[in-house]
């Protein structure tokens, strides 16, 4: 079932602003990890942070997560509109072999 | 990393047909894990496949309606039964990666039109 919320369902910024995206969960989770989408295929893995971890940076990539609040917060600095895709939050076990429980997304369009 | 060939990547069907979509992994997995997303939707898990045993269905999924195989390590499929237009969805599987660079990865999707 699906356990992620993110907000803002959709988000439209230009070029060279930053997009944050946020999600909420449920249950307790070992680790929370952000997707990208691209127009309805294949998702592609941005980044992972562990239940331990506050933040982790990846490039233009900055995540953050508080499991007091169960929430985690995706930053994209200087946007660019090749970043234009769905965004999904996911929760899973490490190593347990368990599926991922995704969240309903946001959608980011990057105007030049 | 492991890199998942999916096919076919879309298909236009007549209901009450079936479809056949393939997943094949570069590296021997022990779970894979087939989702679908309908229009403007994030992912459903529809079941988890591991090799040697009956895959295992989410509730609302069933096995006649979206029979999986798993015959090796590398490879598996997933049946879309009896076709109706409300099985229209992208089709993905996905694999978890172990190691330094943790995380899944994912098929391209087969997106399927039920007409």
């Known amino acids: 079932s699906q356990q992620g919320e993110e907000d803002p369902q959709a988000l439209s910024i230009q070029e060279g602003e930053n997009a944050t995206m946020n999600c909420s969960y449920k249950?307790?989770?070992?680790?929370l990890q952000w997707y990208r989408q691209n127009s309805g295929r294949g998702l592609v893995h941005l980044i992972l942070?562990?239940?331990?971890?506050r933040e982790k940076h990846s490039g233009r990539l900055r995540v953050t997560l508080d499991t007091s609040k169960k929430s985690s917060s995706l930053l994209i600095t200087a946007s660019r509109a090749a970043d234009t895709a769905s965004y999904f939050c996911?929760?899973?076990?490490?190593?347990?072999?368990?599926?991922?429980?995704f969240g309903k997304g946001t959608s980011l369009l990057v105007t030049p | 990393s492991a890199v998942i060939s999916q096919k076919p990547s879309r298909d236009i069907c007549q209901r009450g047909t079936s479809l056949t979509i393939q997943c094949q992994v570069d590296?021997?997995?022990?779970?894979m894990f087939w989702y679908r997303q309908q229009p403007g939707q994030s992912l459903t898990l529809i079941a988890t496949?591991?090799?040697?045993?009956?895959?295992?269905?989410e509730s609302g999924f069933v096995i006649d309606k979206f029979p999986i195989s798993r015959p090796n390590l590398t490879f598996s499929t997933l049946t879309v039964s009896n076709m109706s237009p409300e099985d229209s969805s992208i089709y993905l599987c996905?694999?978890?990666?172990?190691?330094?660079?943790?995380?899944?990865?994912f098929g391209s999707g087969t997106r399927l039109t039920v007409v």
């Open positions: 996905s694999v978890e990666r172990t190691g330094e660079n943790y995380g899944y990865t």
């Open positions: 249950t307790s989770i070992n680790n």
């Open positions: 942070i562990r239940s331990n971890e």
């Open positions: 996911a929760t899973g076990s490490v190593g347990s072999g368990y599926a991922l429980n």
């Open positions: 590296s021997q997995v022990t779970m």
């Open positions: 496949a591991n090799q040697g045993s009956e895959a295992t269905y």
